[in-house]
């Protein structure tokens, strides 16, 4: 079973302040995914990074997929209070195994 | 508006008593999904369709059951529930695998069973 580490798992911070959340595993993952769910509905997804190295970008958010596929990480520039939620990573395993592992997420509070 | 529809949205059972929870999508999509989401546990996937007729287990299929009979309805089913199937859980659907394709998740069924 592939396992995906998510940390911190709570995070409170002030507006403006910058934050990371990292996403880390011993597997390797042919794609994965960042969501940010919001209470009482189902996450939603912000971004998919399938290549070693990949750097995406969101406004201020700022994703990078580990060279060797195992790990991510989101980075928030200027934290603002509609920033706050939950947020998961997630892994495909790749190849006819379409099973997609979540990490248990990060709660991130904005105060304002 | 493409959406993934699910019903109940909340559901209060006793152990024992048959129930299927039923998700529905307007995409056109050809895989489909349902997740339990438990505190401290996240979310857990249940089982996959990659197409109508391809069901798959994932992390958590003990004590449910799926089909996929059309292409867009994936109905969960629990034969017999037990309190520890108490949970949120969700439907989703993506264009295909996932690789790429964006996951579309329903509103949530909360599950109690007593």
């Known amino acids: 079973t592939q396992l995906l580490e998510q940390s911190p798992q709570f995070l409170s911070i002030q507006e403006g302040e910058n934050l990371t959340v990292y996403c880390n595993s011993s597997?390797?993952?042919?794609?994965l995914q960042w969501y940010r769910q919001e209470p009482g509905e189902g996450p939603v997804l912000l971004v998919t990074v399938v290549t070693g190295g990949e750097v995406k970008k969101l406004k201020r958010l700022t994703f990078q997929f580990g060279d060797a596929r195992k790990d991510s990480s989101l980075h928030i520039t200027a934290a603002q209070p509609g920033d706050t939620g939950l947020y998961l990573c997630a892994g495909e395993g790749g190849g006819s195994n379409y099973k997609l592992t979540f990490g248990k997420g990060t709660l991130l509070t904005v105060n304002p | 508006e493409a959406q993934v529809t699910q019903n109940p949205r909340y559901l209060i059972t006793v152990t024992g008593k048959k129930l299927t929870v039923t998700c529905s999508q307007n995409m056109n999509h050809e895989y489909m999904s349902w997740y339990r989401q438990d505190p401290g546990l996240g979310l857990r996937q249940i089982y996959y369709s990659m197409n109508v007729e391809v069901t798959d287990k994932g992390d958590v299929p003990e004590g449910y059951k799926v089909s996929r009979k059309e292409k867009r309805n994936f109905p969960l089913i629990l034969e017999s529930p037990s309190p520890n199937q108490t949970s949120l859980y969700f439907c989703?659907?993506?264009?295909?695998?996932?690789?790429?394709?964006?996951?579309?998740f329903g509103p949530g069924t909360r599950l109690t069973v007593t």
């Open positions: 597997s390797v993952f042919s794609s």
């Open positions: 989703a659907s993506s264009l295909w695998g996932l690789a790429g394709h964006e996951q579309y």
